[in-house]
Structure formats: structure tokens, C-alpha cells
């Protein structure tokens, strides 16, 4: 199948910015899924609200598009309900992490398999450019006229300590690594998180000065590294990407399935 | 009727109803009054192959059920009064997308924390004008286990045929309180089954056009139609709109699949009618104390009747018009400060006859506390 | 019949809601008849002040709560201050003898009885004595018979406990008929 094959094209051109890098993280995802060789059928994408959560609508996939923060609830109904779906959750930073923080904790908590993508690009855009949980300190933004004082989440330390077994970063200049780290977290049997750092030259880029679209990707070339790279000791301000963990723990899906094995037909 | 004799709470027998109706998949957080709906859900769903979740908090807990119920499952989450009030946005989502579940809500007394281990009925018109812009809601009650049982068959019905969430509205008098309940035979309360689409595989389906009689058959995520579900305004597709035309539509279309079939849900039980001059009007566990007081006043030859309505939304006002046309006095016993009446008093004709008969401070109303009312209001003093 | 209502009370802890779940689930489903079981708690698990109401009747039970007990259980000394002026006139007070001074006249029949100190020195431990209590409710009202309150006992608890649990029914039923026996 080529690309084509896998977006509803009568629903394009799409509604992001000129410059904006979800499409990208949306190429990148087809490529993925294709390479797989999976069905457009056993694939389910629930999204959240927010620019992010629009890709659900441009994928020929089982698409749900729910509430605000809440894209990993439902989507662990439709994967507890059905275990045979492949489950993939695009989702926003301040979507994830900000209004969904705890149902992205607890998600990955339980280890259950689908595929969290948060396309990271530090701002509210839907909204008009509010400050989000990973703009970081002393970013500019409409609601920090006069600079965020709040600090930013280190996605992937948090994914680990709230238990994913696997996470990775990448951004949406390095993509044909995006394509293959999405590849890998699919494969994954658990909770797999995907941090993509993703431009937002509409909000982001303008307010904090950080240029036109290519500028921010290249900004995303010049300023990070491959994970334990020799750089990053001189340069701690670098932003490592690449896999930080991957490992197997027991999958919730399966784990149910053996209580359900070990205690059905004993009815009362 | 045949059946096997239990001797349960009302929250668990809302659980052996609810399996009875093909209950597959429950997801919910504890909070009491309503935490053995929860406990026994997570014994009993595996021996039937089902699945239980206890999610992080409300708000997850109905989303899990929207999305298992999309996949095809029936699906029920339970809570109380705080939890309720967490479940609106999500509730809304439901009507939106018109993906059938069921919402169990054992009402304390509140506002906010309130009266956790108390009994109140405070809840009435956030099932009906909770979650946010206009929409139809169907809420549903009961005051005994008999009945509980057959309401809680009706919902997951009423939810399949009409393809909404359906409100159990109980309480925790009901829910706590232990009697009699004999579970029906297999086929002795019939069951609606989800109205699946015949479109064949690699046929366009339009998830969102309605069939001539309102209905929408549905297709289950997962399966061989892959479509879009949203709670944007959307047209035949799923697919986000804007256009006036398609706005106006599903909006007529949401509000009319309901009102229009008011009759179709509409449960209640009336007692000693025909000659009453007064006509107590009441729901849940007041329906109790009201019903204990009619039976006790009529052997003293009291011409007290009883409306007990089972279902609150969509209010069945033409009942109540037609059960009250007679009565001198209209009494609306409730344990709040006055919901059902407001829907009593639009109702019938005549409105100065009703008057309210409630308890506030997290107790059930009594027969004694009714009848003292009722002595004021008939001129006769305590 | 006679509409029997009872209250039994206590503190959390003690087994006495579960004591008056099995007296209403023999009645209804062993002797056919109908009750209702209610209880009003507080927060705490343990130590909390506990009540719980059973109604039994051979006609329907509309209103849930006993406002006036016709048997009126206490097993602690605040349950006895609180509840005891509540008791029907003519109805029975139920007390263990170690945990409530009886100190106020009623209009009722009292059976002050040694449930603690029996359940302690026959059992080693008291965790029999909801039961205990239960076996003598049922002997001094004959409301349900002693079968059908073996039965619900016996489905209660598991293999381990089952044992134990009927000789604290059978020490309570007797009990309570000597005490019935003498004149009350």
C-alpha cells in the first residue's frame, strides 16, 4: 500500500499551520504503521483535544477523538475491551501531561500496550499560545507576558518512574528516526511512550524568538544528541535523544486475561 | 415469578441485574455510597468473562466504558455524588457520540464531600442538567430491589435501543438496605441487543445517519468499518462540522430521539388513585415512607393515593397530569429541597395544589414526618 | 404476625451488622417470610458507634428504619445511653452483662446476659460473640427457628470458621432460653 492508501484524503488539506511538524509526526506514523505491513483495521487512534488530536481524523484508521486529556481513559476501555486492537494515543504535551497528566501516569503504571505519542511542542496552539507543562522556565507565552516561571516535565523520566517499560525522544527533524521509534514502540508488548519535539513556529517560535519553522528544526539538529553521547557531558544542555528504556514487565491485558482464565465457570 | 430467592443489598443487585442485561465490561473508582457495586463487579465479571477496571478516578472510569462500548460491550460505570459531578464532561461526550452505557449514581447527601454514609436525592437535576449545552438525558430510579432489578434490565435497553447514557439514579438507602430479591429466569425480562449495521465489509457505512425510525445502527470499533467518532459536531461520516444545516440536524436529532419516545421510557407505579384527594408524588427511598404511610392511612379509610415515578428524565409529565387531575392536594415527597416538584408543578393543571414534603439533614423522610405534613396541610394541626 | 422490629447496636467491630444481616436472611429465606435489614454508620471502620435495623413481617416492609425497637440489642454502654428510652413499650432489651450497666428503668422485658465472659471462656477470644448474640435474639423471640438460623450461619462463613461459629449460635440460643425460661 502506498502512503495515500492510509489518509482519508477527502478530509485534506489539513488545518495545521504553515510549518507546523505534526504533519510530519503524521508521515511519519503512515510510514510506520506501513512498514508493519498491518492492517488499517486492527488499528485504533484515540486522540485527545488539541492541534495534535486533529491527526486522528486524517488516518483511515479506527479513529475516536475524545475529551480534553482524557485520550489514554478511553483508550485503555477500548484496549482492555478488545487486546487483539493496536492502540495508538497522539496526544498533545499539555493534553498528555497538563489536564492528562495522572491518566498518562497510571497508563503507564499498568503497563498496558498501545503506543503514546506526545508531540511535544511546548505551547497550547489550538488556544492561541498559552504556556504548557514542558514550555519551561522563562519561556514566553500569552498567559507569561513577562516570562513562565513555572518549571517544565522531563517526559521520558517521568514515563520511567511512572512505569512504562518503554520510552524514546526524537524530533520532527530526525525522521526517519521518528518513523523507526514509532515502528519500535508499536512493536513494544506494554506502555510505550514517544516524546517528539514538534515546532510550533505560530506560537512558540514567535513569541520565544526562536525563528521560522526550519530554524526550529534546526535548532532541534544543532541541539540534540544521540542518548549517551560523549557531548552531552560538555554540553549538559543538550537534549538526548533515542531509546532510555526498554524492558518486559508483565502486560495488564494479559494479566487479566489469566484472572479471567483462572476464575471463569466458577459462577456463584 | 420463578427465579432464585437472594437476600442482598440494592447495590448488589443492581450488579446481578446488570449481568442479567449482558454486562461485559465495568469500570469505576471507589466511593461510598456505591464502593459494593465496584467490589462485586470484580468478582463476578471474570467468571463470566467480562472485564472489571478500577481506573485512577471518575473521570476515567466513564471514558473507559465509552470506549469498550464503542468496541461493541455493554458497559456501566457506578459512583456517587462527587464522582457524578466529574463524569459531565464525559457524560456529554456520550450523548454527543451516542454511544450507549450506563451511569449507576447511589445518591449521599450533598453538595461537595456532604454526607457520605447518608441518604439524599440531591442529584436529581444534575442527571438531567449537568453536563454542559442542550441535550436529552435519561434518568431512571427505583425504590425497592424487585424493581431495582427490572430498571436496571430497562436502562441497558433503553441505553441500546437509543444509543445514549442512561442515569440510574439511586440512593443510599436503596443501595445499602438489604431484602428480598428473586433474580428472574434467563427470558423472563426481555433484552434489547445492540442494533449492528448489515453494511458488508468494503461498503460505505455512514456510522451517523440515522435510519427512518431515528435508529443508528452501529458497527463495532475494531471491526471491518473503520470510521471517525467525535464530540465535535459532525456530519453522517463522524467527521467534524460546522455547517449550520448539519449543526441544526444532529442537535434536533439528539433532543428528538428522546422526547419524541418519552412514552417508550416511562415507568411508574400508582396505588389507591381513583378516589384519592391527595396524591403523594415520590421516587426512590422516600417512595418507601410514602408508601408505607398510603397503606397504613387507607385502612383507616384516608383517601391517600400514590404516584411513585421510576422514571425522572425525560419527566413524564402527561402521567403526572393525568395520575394528579383529581387531587386535591399534590404532595411531592422527596429528599432534597425541591426537584421533582419544579417538573410537578410545570406538569399539571392547577399547580397552586402542590406542596412539598422533604428531609434535608440526611435522613429518610418517615411515614410520621409525611403524616404530620399532611395534617398541616389538611388544617388539622400536628 | 406481630410487625417485629429490632435494633441492634454497638460498635464497629463487633459483628453485630452482620449478626442482623443473618437473623433477616433466615427469616426471609428460610422461613419464607419478609424483612429488611438497614444499617447507619459512621466513618471508622472499627470503634465507631453501629447500628443496624431489621424489620420482619409477614406482609411487605415499605419504610426501612425502626423508629421504636420491639428487641433492642446493646453491646456497649453508649449504645445503652443513646438507644434505650427508644424501646417499645413491652419489648425486650437485650444486654451482655460485662459490657452495659443497666442503670435506667423501661417498660421492657431485660435479659442482662454473660455473652463475653461465655464466648471468652468457652473460645478463647470473642470473636464469636456477634453470633452468640444472634443464637440468643432468635431464642427469646422465637422469631425464627433454630434450622434456618444454622443455615444462614453455615452459608456464611467458610470451612474454617463454619465450625466455631455454630457453637457460638448454640451457646447463644441456649442462653437465651434458659433466660427465657425463668420469668423475665
Do not use: W
Given at each position: 500500500m502506498s502512503v495515500k492508501d492510509y489518509i482519508r484524503e477527502r478530509f485534506f488539506p489539513h488545518m495545521w499551520?504553515?510549518?507546523?511538524?505534526?504533519?510530519?509526526?503524521?508521515?511519519?506514523?503512515?510510514?510506520?504503521?506501513?512498514?508493519?505491513?498491518?492492517?488499517?483495521?486492527?488499528?485504533?487512534m484515540v486522540s485527545g483535544i488539541g492541534c495534535s488530536a486533529r491527526i486522528s481524523g486524517y488516518v483511515d484508521f479506527h479513529s475516536m477523538h475524545t475529551i480534553h486529556g482524557r485520550a489514554l481513559a478511553f483508550a485503555t476501555g477500548i484496549k482492555m475491551s478488545r487486546p487483539e486492537l493496536n492502540v495508538i494515543v497522539p496526544m498533545g504535551d499539555g493534553d498528555a501531561l497538563a489536564i492528562g497528566g495522572n491518566h498518562f501516569l497510571h497508563a503507564a503504571r499498568r503497563n498496558i500496550e498501545m503506543t503514546a505519542i506526545v508531540m511535544n511542542n511546548r505551547i497550547y496552539g489550538m488556544t492561541g499560545g498559552q504556556f504548557s507543562p514542558l514550555s519551561g522556565y522563562a519561556a514566553a507565552a500569552s498567559t507569561?507576558?513577562?516570562?513562565?516561571?513555572?518549571?517544565?516535565?522531563?517526559?521520558?523520566?517521568?514515563s520511567e518512574a511512572a512505569g512504562a517499560t518503554f520510552v524514546a525522544r526524537t524530533t520532527t527533524y530526525h525522521v526517519h528516526e521518528l518513523s523507526r521509534l514509532i515502528r519500535d514502540a508499536i512493536l513494544h508488548e506494554g506502555f510505550s511512550v514517544l516524546e517528539v519535539?514538534?515546532?510550533?513556529?505560530?506560537?512558540?517560535?514567535?513569541?520565544?524568538?526562536?525563528?521560522?519553522?526550519p530554524e526550529m528544526m534546526e535548532t532541534y539538529k544543532n541541539r540534540t544528541v544521540a542518548v549517551g553521547s560523549e557531548k552531552k557531558n560538555q554540553d549538559p544542555d543538550l537534549i538526548e535523544r533515542g531509546v532510555f528504556v526498554k524492558k518486559e514487565l508483565p502486560e495488564y491485558c494479559r494479566e487479566y486475561e489469566k484472572v479471567i482464565e483462572k476464575n471463569q465457570q466458577k459462577q456463584t | 415469578m420463578q427465579g432464585k430467592?437472594?437476600?442482598?443489598?440494592?447495590?448488589?443487585?443492581?450488579?446481578?441485574?446488570?449481568?442479567?442485561?449482558?454486562?461485559?465490561?465495568?469500570?469505576?473508582?471507589?466511593?461510598?455510597?456505591?464502593?459494593?457495586?465496584a467490589e462485586a463487579m470484580s468478582a463476578r465479571l471474570p467468571q463470566i468473562g467480562g472485564r472489571f477496571l478500577q481506573m485512577e478516578d471518575e473521570i476515567s472510569s466513564i471514558c473507559a466504558i465509552i470506549g469498550a462500548s464503542l468496541t461493541g460491550r455493554k458497559a456501566m460505570t457506578a459512583t456517587s455524588g462527587p464522582g457524578f459531578s466529574l463524569m459531565q464532561e464525559a457524560l456529554g461526550y456520550a450523548v454527543m457520540t451516542e454511544i450507549p452505557c450506563v451511569i449507576v449514581d447511589v445518591q449521599r447527601g450533598g453538595p461537595s464531600t456532604g454526607l457520605p454514609t447518608h441518604v439524599g436525592q440531591g442529584d436529581v437535576n444534575q442527571a438531567r442538567y449537568g453536563t454542559h449545552g442542550d441535550h436529552a438525558i435519561v434518568a431512571l430510579t427505583a425504590s425497592n430491589h424487585q424493581d431495582m432489578f427490572a430498571i436496571t434490565v430497562e436502562a441497558f435497553n433503553i441505553a441500546e435501543t437509543f444509543r445514549t447514557p442512561v442515569i440510574l439514579l439511586f440512593d443510599e438507602v436503596t443501595g445499602h438496605m438489604r431484602e428480598k430479591v428473586v433474580i428472574p429466569e434467563k427470558g423472563e425480562i426481555s433484552l434489547v441487543e445492540r442494533l449492528r449495521t448489515s453494511v458488508e465489509s468494503g461498503v460505505d457505512y455512514h456510522p451517523y445517519l440515522p435510519r427512518e425510525d431515528g435508529r443508528l445502527p452501529m458497527s463495532d470499533f475494531g471491526g471491518v468499518h473503520r470510521y471517525n467518532v467525535t464530540g465535535l459536531y459532525h456530519d453522517m461520516w463522524g467527521f467534524p462540522s460546522d455547517d449550520p444545516k448539519i449543526v441544526y440536524g444532529l442537535i434536533r436529532h439528539l433532543m428528538d430521539k428522546i422526547q419524541n419516545y418519552t412514552g417508550n421510557m416511562t415507568f411508574f407505579r400508582q396505588d389507591h388513585i381513583e378516589d384519592a384527594h391527595t396524591v403523594l408524588v415520590s421516587y426512590g427511598a422516600a417512595a418507601r415512607s410514602a408508601r408505607h404511610l398510603v397503606e397504613n392511612r387507607r385502612k383507616r379509610g384516608e383517601r391517600l393515593g400514590l404516584l411513585e415515578l421510576q422514571t425522572l428524565w425525560p419527566f413524564p409529565g402527561d402521567v403526572v397530569r393525568k395520575v394528579c387531575k383529581n387531587a386535591d392536594y399534590i404532595v411531592v415527597v422527596e429528599l432534597n429541597t425541591g426537584q421533582v416538584i419544579r417538573e410537578v408543578k410545570l406538569a399539571v393543571d392547577r399547580p397552586e395544589r402542590v406542596y412539598l414534603a422533604n428531609r434535608i439533614d440526611g435522613q429518610l423522610i418517615s411515614p410520621t414526618?409525611?403524616?404530620?405534613?399532611l395534617r398541616l396541610l389538611h388544617g388539622k394541626g400536628v | 404476625m406481630e410487625k417485629c422490629r429490632l435494633v441492634f447496636s454497638g460498635s464497629g467491630g463487633q459483628g453485630i451488622i452482620t449478626a442482623a444481616i443473618l437473623l433477616a436472611e433466615a427469616a426471609v429465606l428460610h422461613e419464607g417470610l419478609?424483612?429488611?435489614q438497614s444499617q447507619s454508620y459512621g466513618a471508622q471502620a472499627r470503634g465507631g458507634a453501629a447500628r443496624s435495623d431489621v424489620i420482619i413481617w409477614d406482609k411487605p416492609v415499605y419504610y426501612p428504619k425502626v423508629v421504636q425497637p420491639n428487641v433492642l440489642v446493646c453491646l456497649t454502654q453508649t449504645a445503652y445511653n443513646k438507644y434505650h428510652p427508644t424501646i417499645r413499650p413491652g419489648g425486650l432489651l437485650i444486654t451482655d452483662t460485662a459490657l452495659v450497666k443497666v442503670d435506667k428503668s423501661a417498660e421492657a422485658r431485660l435479659a442482662q446476659l454473660a455473652f463475653q465472659d461465655q464466648v471468652k471462656q468457652e473460645m478463647g477470644n470473642t470473636r464469636g460473640l456477634n453470633i452468640c448474640v444472634l443464637g440468643a435474639v432468635a431464642a427469646l423471640t422465637q422469631i425464627v427457628s433454630t434450622p434456618s438460623l444454622e443455615s444462614a450461619v453455615a452459608g456464611r462463613f467458610d470451612e474454617r470458621f463454619r465450625e466455631a461459629n455454630l457453637k457460638a449460635l448454640h451457646m447463644g440460643i441456649a442462653l437465651g432460653s434458659q433466660r427465657s425460661s425463668a420469668s423475665v
Open positions: 499551520c504553515p510549518g507546523c511538524g505534526h504533519g510530519v509526526v503524521l508521515n511519519a506514523m503512515i510510514r510506520a504503521v506501513e512498514s508493519l505491513g498491518m492492517s488499517k483495521n486492527e488499528i485504533v507569561a507576558p513577562y516570562g513562565n516561571i513555572d518549571h517544565g516535565f522531563d517526559i521520558a523520566k517521568l519535539l514538534t515546532q510550533c513556529p505560530t506560537y512558540f517560535g514567535r513569541y520565544n524568538r526562536a525563528g521560522d519553522a | 430467592v437472594k437476600f442482598i443489598q440494592g447495590n448488589e443487585v443492581c450488579v446481578e441485574a446488570a449481568l442479567y442485561a449482558g454486562l461485559e465490561f465495568f469500570a469505576g473508582y471507589p466511593i461510598t455510597p456505591s464502593t459494593e457495586i414526618d409525611i403524616q404530620n405534613i | 419478609n424483612a429488611v
